[in-house]
T-cell receptor, first 114, second 115 residues
Framework: DSGVTQTPKHLITATGQRVTLRCSPR?????VYWYQQSLDQGLQFLIQ???????AKGNILERFSAQQFPDLHSELNLSSLELGDSALYFC?????????????FGPGTRLLVL | AQSVTQLGSHVSVSEGALVLLRCNYS??????LFWYVQYPNQGLQLLLK??????LVKGINGFEAEFKKSETSFHLTKPSAHMSDAAEYFC?????????????FGKGTLLTVNP
């Protein structure tokens, strides 16, 4: 158990819908990262927050957005969902932000868009 | 930009045999390198990481990896495979500079251990 929690574990929805994925980092961790894992793209970095502020963006679609709240939990919002958005979404956290910081991963949310 | 190449999407070994999972990186600056393991239906767990302190890095579950700058490699090894080692293994790189501390992952290597 990494100490990172993600809810829900599974999510099934229809195209065009909007969903919210939630992540609670390890106690004391200030930095939160979101990754998408799909069969064709592998593990791709989406976005990073540090202490409530967005710090870096990766291959995140404009239909996706995220935020980190004062209690440091984070939410990833996916809208106008398409079939291709079906994937496993991971949240990771680290104590600080830095190149050598270990990122601890949550169990993921498996999204299926029908 | 940094990148990682994992040679072999699927490696199969017998129980008790040597495990060797290959990872090559590309980076214009000194990298930080990581190996993560993903068991079925679970998240990623850190096995070990290289942060320039020592070229031979020991991790959990008997795994180790050696950083070879001249070969731009960071291969993962374990002397004797156990059935419980069956999982997918990911090599990842992170480089200093800028404000993006993302991990860039390889495509993964699925390890099968045969009895």
């Amino acid at each position: 158990d990494s100490g990172v929690t993600q809810t829900p574990k599974h999510l099934i929805t229809a195209t065009g819908q909007r969903v919210t994925l939630r992540c609670s980092p390890r106690s004391g961790d200030l930095s939160v990262y979101w990754y998408q894992q799909s069969l064709d793209q592998g593990l791709q970095f989406l976005i990073q927050y540090y202490n409530g502020e967005e710090r870096a963006k990766g291959n995140i679609l404009e239909r996706f957005s995220a935020q980190q709240f004062p209690d440091l939990h984070s939410e990833l919002n996916l809208s106008s969902l398409e079939l291709g958005d079906s994937a496993l979404y991971f949240c990771a956290s680290s104590v600080a932000q830095g190149t050598g910081e270990t990122q601890y991963f949550g169990p993921g949310t498996r999204l299926l868009v029908l | 930009a940094q990148s990682v190449t994992q040679l072999g999407s699927h490696v199969s070994v017998s129980e008790g045999a040597l495990v060797l999972l290959r990872c090559n990186y590309s980076s214009s600056v000194p990298p930080y390198l990581f190996w993560y393991v993903q068991y079925p239906n679970q998240g990623l767990q850190l096995l070990l990481k290289y942060t320039s302190a020592a070229t031979l890095v020991k991790g959990i579950n008997g795994f180790e990896a050696e950083f070879k700058k001249s070969e731009t490699s960071f291969h993962l090894t374990k002397p004797s495979a156990h059935m419980s080692d069956a999982a997918e293994y990911f090599c990842a790189v992170s480089v200093s500079g800028g404000s993006n501390y993302k991990l860039t992952f390889g495509k993964g290597t699925l390890l099968t251990v045969n009895p």
